[in-house]
């Protein structure tokens, strides 16, 4: 027997007769168009509504100079760490890092990227479509304004009912608070 799958758009209608697993929105669409899916299961009758680009902006301001913030920032490792990441490895440009986001284990492979950031990285794999992540550190009186922005996507039919964009938002502000709240500790 067939299980409801999603809602329709703007409604609260359930969108009957799909089976799967999957995250997003759906909206009938005229017979006989089918959606596939990476998981191997077709939805017929449906279209997907996409997610699209999500982005995450924190800012903070430290009582140190830019300076000394950008050498805290460059033990990527301990930097990482304050994330709350479970297992940081950093090898040259290349970060591996495991973190427990609510049900799963995310494992992400980034890569140090040149840009106009003082720490700019993206996923090299990973469940997203695509993520990157910059840092940036400007002088202000007294002391230093860090922001930081991760712009993500999300590979929907990887991740699955586990995860959406506001569970990986919600996470990933934790994740660049404490990073902040690790720097400023060690300029207090």
């Known amino acids: 027997m067939p299980k409801t799958f999603g809602w329709l758009v703007g409604t609260r209608e359930p969108v009957a007769g799909a ?5 997003g929105r759906y909206r009938r669409r005229p017979p006989p168009s089918t ?8 939805l017929t009758g449906l279209e997907r ?7 995450v902006t ?16 460059d033990d990527l490792e301990a930097f990482m760490l304050a994330a709350g990441f479970t297992e940081v490895t950093v090898e040259g440009e290349a970060m591996h890092l495991e973190n427990q986001v609510g049900l799963a284990t995310v494992t992400l492979d980034l890569r140090l990227v040149e840009r106009e950031a ?9 469940f997203f479509e695509t993520m990157d992540t910059e840092y940036r550190v400007e002088p202000v009186d007294g002391g230093s304004e860090i922001t930081a922005t991760t712009d ?5 039919a990887l991740v699955g009912q586990v995860l959406d964009a506001t569970v990986i938002k919600r996470q990933r502000r934790h994740e660049l608070e ?3 709240d690790w720097l400023e500790d060690r300029f207090a």
Request: proline share 6%.
């Open 19 to 23: 089976v799967g697993v999957g995250v």
């Open 35 to 42: 959606v596939p899916n990476r998981c191997g299961v077709t």
């Open 49 to 55: 509504v996409g997610g699209g680009m999500q982005t």
């Open 58 to 73: 924190v800012s903070r301001r430290v009582d140190a100079p830019p300076e000394q913030v950008r050498a805290a920032m």
């Open 118 to 126: 003082d720490l700019a990285y993206e996923q090299a794999d990973g």
């Open 152 to 156: 993500f996507e999300l590979d929907v």
């Open 178 to 180: 404490s990073q902040f």
